[in-house]
């Protein structure tokens, strides 16, 4: 090969390189309609959530798992989005990621974007949840250290979007207050560096229940929502007041999960009527997968899902889990 041909191909090759280097990590097509919503941005006002008028919102709703394990989103469509939101009042809608795939597989992350626009044009807002590091490692102890520069993209992505919130991990577990607090912080300053409004979801340690090590030392960032998922099986499951409810009287709180079926109806049913009598929103687990809000067919509610409906489907628009009436039916 002569020595001009050679350097040709050494051009290419770095021009290449340069490029790469360039490209963000997230595929920015296109997105104006992902950034389509009439939804107020919400912020955090003592222990509550506001709206931009200061009306205190307690949102409920559910989980719709499927992204983090089915890059196809295991069957997600506009038409199950809006039975979620329309017949069952779900004014809130947690969606469970792949942070592999979130980074690396560009027709993901526009089938996020269809997932949001979906669910923000029936008036309800999407927490983006880090459920799955990889299809290999699923719930890690906390974020790896790659995952500060997934936030800072993802907030990038949808910064002009009210309807997305973002839960920094689903369930950290097996790990000390300090190295949590400290991998927090990180993916906290990463979302901020882009995006200076959003509300952040941050659960507690014994995967995500216990939130005691934040009520003695919060974080020092504004817009803040502390997350406990409360289970039957957790060994104090009755010490709600302990682990997240007393905290929720000077920070505001939110059961970013919980779930029981028919053996553990009793505990679940006082679960429902604490979160109400605290006034701490929610978001049932999960659509379809255990404990299953809803049967095979994905519209019939299990013995769960009739009692989640039922508190749903009861609350008013005076309760906070609502929007504007513009935003209820959009164009």
């Known amino acids: ?67 983090e394990y089915d890059s196809l989103g295991f069957g997600m469509s506009r038409e199950e989005m809006a ?40 008036g309800a807002y999407v927490v983006l949840d880090l459920q799955w590091e990889s299809r290999k490692v699923r719930i890690s102890r906390m974020p ?25 991990h689903n369930e950290p577990h097996d790990t000390t207050w300090e190295a949590w607090r400290q991998r927090a912080a990180e993916c906290i300053e990463a979302i901020r560096s882009v995006h200076p409004k959003s509300l952040i979801f941050v659960g507690g340690l014994d995967w995500a229940y216990d939130l005691r090590g ?23 499951p009755w010490a709600w007041d302990k682990y997240f409810g007393d905290f929720s009287e000077t920070h505001p709180v939110f ?9 553990t109806l009793e505990w679940g049913t006082k679960l429902m009527a604490y979160l109400d009598e605290k006034q701490i929103g929610w978001a049932a687990w999960s659509w379809l997968d255990n404990p299953k809000l809803t049967q095979k067919d994905r519209r019939t509610p299990t013995v769960f899902g009739e009692k989640v409906r039922e508190a749903l489907t009861g609350l008013s628009p005076e309760s906070g889990n609502s929007v504007p009436a513009a935003a209820d039916k959009p164009e």
Not at 148 to 156: F, K, V
Not at 223 to 233: D, T
Request: hydrophobic share 40%.
């Open 1 to 67: 090969m002569c020595d001009q041909m050679k350097r040709r191909i050494f051009l290419l090759i770095w021009t290449f390189i340069g490029l790469v280097s360039c490209v963000p990590l997230f595929h920015q097509a296109d997105r104006t309609g992902a950034d389509r919503t009439t939804l107020p941005w919400l912020r955090t006002e003592g222990n509550r959530i506001v709206d931009e008028t200061g009306e205190i919102r307690i949102l409920h709703g559910v989980n719709r798992s499927g992204m």
């Open 144 to 168: 790896d250290e790659t995952a500060a520069g997934m936030w800072r993209d993802l907030a990038g992505r949808y910064k002009h979007n009210s309807a997305v919130l973002y839960d920094l």
């Open 255 to 263: 059961a970013g999960e919980f779930g029981f079926g028919q053996r």
């Open 214 to 236: 934040w009520q003695e030392n919060p974080l020092p960032y504004k817009n803040i929502v502390y997350s406990s998922h409360p289970y039957p099986h957790k060994g104090e």
């Open 83 to 122: 039975f979620i939101c329309n017949d069952w009042n779900a004014r809130i809608v947690r969606i469970p990621f792949n942070q592999e795939w979130m980074v690396q597989d560009s027709p993901y992350q526009v089938l996020l974007d269809s997932v949001i626009q979906w669910i923000s044009d029936c």
